[in-house]
């Protein structure tokens, strides 16, 4: 079975720049997830998607972050325009996305951020 | 609002030594608790779960045992592996309020050979 993908693996941009990351969960999965892994600290949620539609956006930074799921299937993050803050590891996760049920989140391999 | 302690690291072992990574929890629900896993260069990974009080998860000889009396998940294992350095996450969701996993801030492990 394919885990959850991510792309890039890696990105440096400079600050004021925009940024965009790619995830695709695993086949069936209704439940995706976004966190921001800032060095040194566990993962953050920023955004919980079930299906197409918007469940947690509560931890995002909206003036600057946005993200899509617009079929249901894979997803995009972006940060637009940068800051020097926003260096960190974006995590994407799926799960089955029964509520009620016990879930577990599967997670890909992050894309490492570096805002200079 | 729910949150995980754990204890800060690095922490460093010879191998065969006996690990103990001391979690603790705070939670107004029924949480689940987990312990995730991150190898250098690789994504989170589940290691182990329990769903209730005095369930014991176990996985790759760790174990934890969730304690609702001393709100606890300490992680252990008897006989530690070089291959066992990562950086370890304590973390709880409950699971009939919401899906939203709440993480501890990591323990590194160094095991030297």
């Known amino acids: 079975e394919a885990g959850v993908a991510q792309s890039p693996r890696y990105k440096i941009i400079e600050k004021r720049q925009s940024v965009a990351f790619w995830c695709n969960p695993i086949s069936g999965h209704a439940t995706l997830y976004w966190y921001q892994q800032i060095l040194g600290q566990g993962p953050k949620l920023l955004i919980q998607f079930q299906n197409n539609g918007v469940v947690d956006d509560s931890q995002l930074p909206k003036d600057r972050f946005s993200a899509e799921r617009l079929k249901g299937v894979d997803s995009t993050l972006k940060i637009q325009p940068a800051k020097l803050e926003d260096s960190a590891v974006y995590l994407c996760a799926s799960s089955l996305g029964y509520r009620g049920r016990e879930e577990t989140q599967y997670f890909g391999p992050g894309t490492r951020l570096l805002v200079l | 609002g729910n949150s995980v302690t754990q204890m800060e690291g690095p922490v460093t072992l010879s191998e065969e030594a006996f690990l103990t990574i001391n979690c603790t929890y705070t939670a107004t629900g029924y949480p689940s608790l987990f312990w995730y896993v991150q190898y250098p260069g690789e994504g989170l990974q589940l290691l182990l779960k329990?769903?209730?009080?005095?369930d014991k998860g176990s996985n790759k000889g760790f174990e934890a045992t969730y304690r609702k009396e001393t709100t606890s998940f300490h992680l252990e294992k008897g006989s530690v592996q070089v291959s066992d350095s990562a950086v370890y996450f304590c973390?709880?969701?409950?699971?009939?309020?919401?899906?939203?996993?709440?993480f501890g801030k990591g323990t590194r492990l160094h095991i030297l050979p």
């Open positions: 329990a769903t209730k009080a005095d």
């Open positions: 973390a709880l969701s409950d699971l009939r309020r919401d899906d939203k996993i709440i």
